[in-house]
């Protein structure tokens, strides 16, 4: 007879089983829709990550002062969804190069947008979009907390980004990220993984402009192998899908 189970008994049973549920779930850890995002992402929102699929076409002039005196500009327009570039600058030699080539058909373009345009792109984007490149390329992060800033006086989180052996902007690199509280990247320095020049290069992170939705860093005064440089953006501005307007950094 014990072995019968009643309404009476199977309704205090359901009533256990109920109280051991709600037990059981607060004991759990929160849901993963509730975890912090990830310290790469938190970088990348404080930057626009959430409203980047709004961005049809970005612009900036992109100029680099080097320790010998030599000052390189190139000026870029990018549409990201067709992966789409156009290049107005020069080549290796000095000439005029001006030309426009979706990246996706690489293979039929000329050397010079091969080996030289093409790679400029990507150094370029690089220093301009580099909050979330380090997202996107799933670069595994190290938080190494509060340290000297590698740039005058001052300490800072520091988030070690560091590429595999086997991809990445080049194999093997790490991006030091300085960041404040509000995760805005103040100094990088970047540890080049593969043997050729630069190996090290520190520069701050100043005079952010924000263009639509995205904040940009224009200023970028450091070094590079112990030697004075200086890369600055101009020219930012930003068209989202839907609009004809430029919005420009302010």
Do not use: C
């Not at 509730?34 to 970088?43: R, V, Y």
């Not at 300085?178 to 701050?204: C, E, F, M, W």
């Amino acid at each position: 007879m014990s072995n019968i189970v009643t309404p009476a008994r199977r309704k205090a049973r359901l009533k256990e089983l109920g109280l051991l549920a709600a037990i059981t779930l607060l004991a759990l850890p929160a849901a993963s829709a509730a975890e912090q995002p990830s310290i790469a992402e938190q970088i990348a929102k404080a930057y626009g990550l959430d409203s980047w699929g709004q961005v049809e076409t970005m612009r900036y002039s992109w100029t680099i002062e080097l320790p010998n005196g030599k000052q390189i500009s190139n000026k870029w327009e990018w549409s990201p969804k067709t992966n789409t570039v156009s290049f107005d600058g020069k080549d290796k030699a000095g000439n005029p190069v001006k030309v426009t080539y979706q990246r996706s058909q690489l293979d039929s373009q000329s050397e010079v947008v091969k080996k030289e345009v093409d790679p400029q792109f990507a150094n370029d984007q690089y220093w301009t979009l580099l909050p979330f490149h380090l997202l996107w390329d799933g670069a595994a992060a190290t938080d190494d907390g509060q340290q000297k800033l590698p740039i005058g006086d001052g300490t800072a989180q520091r988030i070690a980004m560091k590429y595999p052996s086997e991809g990445g902007y080049q194999p093997g690199d790490t991006w030091d990220l300085y960041i404040g509280p509000d995760k805005k990247i103040v100094q990088i320095t970047y540890h080049r993984g593969a043997p050729n020049p630069p190996h090290l290069v520190s520069a701050k992170y100043d005079d952010y402009k924000k263009a639509g939705p995205l904040l940009f860093s224009i200023d970028h005064p450091g070094t590079v192998d112990g030697k004075d440089f200086k890369i600055t953006l101009s020219g930012v501005s930003v068209k989202l899908t839907g609009s004809d307007k430029w919005l420009d950094a302010q």
